[in-house]
């Protein structure tokens, strides 16, 4: 049971609470829509990583304070675009905005907030590595920069707005080096799954005070403001317009795997119709899901290709291909 959705506490450690998604409390007459979503397994997301998404969806903070917030925390979004809209460029407190992010998230995060904002870094340089490995173009012209944090202190470094240079970096870099090759994209004779990770990362023991209980889409909604406060327009700009790019991500990976079976789980929409930053909140929840659904999806191929299996998309579940 999740520490952040109501368990008590005192001097024997959190109180035992009943697992929510125990199937064996399933009730026909009065069926939980969260043990529906759990059970489900359309979407080729981590087991770990979906129940983390899950226990903040149906916690106290989603239910509570992030419908009562919101509207709050838009009226402030509003008030920070006028003033960027008069200074653009300053003051620009990038470090300090790193540091609060750390500090908010060590103080009031969910351990599964903390847990999915540290593993969205992994799998965003997984997927790059993988794109950059098999995209036949030098890896020494990709100069990206691998982000793996594993404490809350980690995020200080800069990690934020390095992940979002990465992926711009990654496609100008990239294409630059297809362009003077002349080619497109297309499936190497064999892909390269060796970056894509089956472990989850060893992080953390991640805070569980009594004010940790904040989930991930509160916490998002209330950060996006402030990033949009503490850095120059043009960052946070490059940064929402990067919250869209889950589309361009997995046309590459499709024209690398030769099959485009994956892009029925990306839904963040094409970069070229932008959308107001007014959104990023909701868009970076959909370019979280995008991810962990890309990289659900190579871990299960990487699977098949260890199992001398095709890399099937009619058959993703490990048994005897359709092809024969």
Known sequence: MSLSDGGAHGDAGPRERPDPFDARAYDPADPDPWLALY???????????????????RS?????????SRPLVFLFFCVVKVLRAISPRHPNLNGLLHKSIRWGLQIFGSPEANTLILRHFHIGTELLAFMKANSGVDPASIKTIPL???TLKDLEDNVFLQHDLNIFNFIIEMNIGLQAQGRELTPPAVVDFSMISDVEPAFQTFPTGPLNRIDIQTAVEFYTPLYALMLPRADFMRASHSLQLDETVAIYIARIL?????????????????????????????????????????????ARQAAGLSLDPRNPTGGETALG
């Not at 106290?60 to 009562?68: A, E, G, H, I, T």
């Open 258 to 302: 030769g099959t485009d079976y994956h892009m029925n789980f990306v839904k963040n929409g094409h970069p070229l119709v932008t959308l107001s930053t007014l959104q990023a909140g909701y868009r970076l929840m959909m370019h979280g899901l995008d991810c962990e659904g890309m990289h659900g999806w190579l871990r299960v191929l990487k």
């Open 148 to 150: 793996k944090p594993l």
């Open 39 to 57: 059970l489900d397994h359309s979407l080729p997301i981590d087991p770990q990583a979906k129940r983390a998404l899950l226990l903040g969806a």
């Open 60 to 68: 106290w903070s989603r239910r509570w304070l992030f419908p009562v």
